[in-house]
Nanobody, 122 residues
Framework: QVQLVESGGGLVQPGGSLRLSCAAS????????MGWYRQAPGQQRDLVAT???????NYADSVKGRFTISRDNANNTVYLQIDSLKGEDTAVYYC????????????????WGQGTQVTVSS
C-alpha cells in the first residue's frame, strides 16, 4: 500500500505565503510525476502544478509566478510554495503522484493525498 500525507495548509491573509508538503510512503519502487491540484467549493478539481522526476515543471496560468513546485526524490516528498496568495486561491489542495510499485512490472499507479485546506481571508 501507498500513503500520501499532506501538511501545511491553513488560514492566511491576502498577500501571505504558505508551503505545502506531501510525503509518500509504503510500497514504492520509483515515483514519476508528482503534482498538486485544488478544488474550490462547488468547482471541479483543477491542476495547479506538476513536476517530473527530472525536475521539469508545469503550472496553471493562474498560478504562474506565484507558486513554485519542487520535490525531494530521496524522501519521496513534493512541495508547493505559495506566495502572494489571493482569495481565489482558497481551496482544498490535493497532491497526486504517479509511481511504480515494483521493479518487476512497468505498470504505474496514481495516488491522491487526503487534501489540505488553504483559506485566504482577511
Amino acid at each position: 500500500q501507498v500513503q500520501l500525507v499532506e501538511s501545511g495548509g491553513g488560514l492566511v491573509q491576502p498577500g501571505g505565503s504558505l508551503r505545502l508538503s506531501c510525503a509518500a510512503s509504503g510500497s514504492i519502487f520509483r515515483i514519476y510525476t508528482m503534482g498538486w491540484y485544488r478544488q474550490a467549493p462547488g468547482q471541479q478539481r483543477d491542476l495547479v502544478a506538476t513536476i517530473s522526476r527530472d525536475g521539469s515543471t508545469n503550472y496553471a496560468d493562474s498560478v504562474k509566478g506565484r507558486f513554485t513546485i519542487s520535490r525531494d526524490n530521496a524522501n519521496n516528498t513534493v512541495y508547493l510554495q505559495i506566495d502572494s496568495l489571493k482569495g481565489e486561491d482558497t481551496a482544498v489542495y490535493y497532491c497526486n503522484v504517479d509511481l511504480q510499485i515494483t521493479r518487476w512490472t512497468a505498470v504505474t499507479y496514481t495516488y491522491w493525498g487526503q487534501g489540505t485546506q488553504v483559506t485566504v481571508s482577511s
